[in-house]
């Protein structure tokens, strides 16, 4: 039997957009659109690649506690 490869990957609301914009160290896109562009094409290309990959929302209040 074949053993499944799971992957989480971040997946933000457009209501936070801002506010992710202004604490994230890494560079993000301006619009939430042109992000949720290309997470989608990120995750379509993992699943293509046979991962099972699991939107995992966060919110920037509960990612400073971490």
């Known amino acids: ?11 933000f609301n457009e209501s936070d957009w801002d506010e992710w ?3 994230s160290e890494d560079e ?3 619009k939430y659109e ?4 290309e997470a ?7 699943e293509n690649e046979g991962f099972i990959v699991k939107q995992v929302n ?5 990612f400073k506690i971490w």
Request: aromatic share 6%; charged share 35%; glycine share 4%.
């Open 28 to 30: 993000i896109e301006d």
């Open 40 to 46: 989608t094409l990120s995750k379509t290309k993992l």
């Open 1 to 11: 039997m074949e053993k499944e490869s799971i992957i989480g990957i971040a997946w």
């Open 58 to 62: 966060i919110t920037p209040r509960k």
């Open 34 to 37: 042109d992000w949720l562009i």
């Open 21 to 23: 914009k202004s604490i």
